[in-house]
């Protein structure tokens, strides 16, 4: 198991309570939701972050998205030898 750290959080109320009614008709803990969705939270900004950095360095090799096959299949290609 995952060593965890003991955190505090505030939340407005309204939102607390609907944390806590998720929580309670998936029958986990307040604290499981709370990291499902911190967790997402960061794996979507990363994501984010990603496209923003995919659509930066097409920009600077004016590739567009008629490329993006071809190139997914060059790299394919270029991996598995």
Request: glycine residues 4%; hydrophobic residues 35%.
């Amino acid at each position: 198991m995952t060593p965890r750290e003991i955190k505090s959080l505030s939340l407005p109320e309204r939102l607390r309570i609907e944390i806590e009614k998720v929580a309670k008709a998936q029958d986990r803990s307040v604290n499981d939701v709370l990291a499902e969705a911190v967790d997402r939270y960061v794996k979507d900004k990363q994501w984010a972050s990603l496209k923003s950095y995919g659509r930066e360095k097409a920009r600077e090799g004016r590739i567009g998205e008629a490329d993006v096959d071809r190139l997914v299949a060059e790299s394919r290609n270029s991996t598995s030898r």
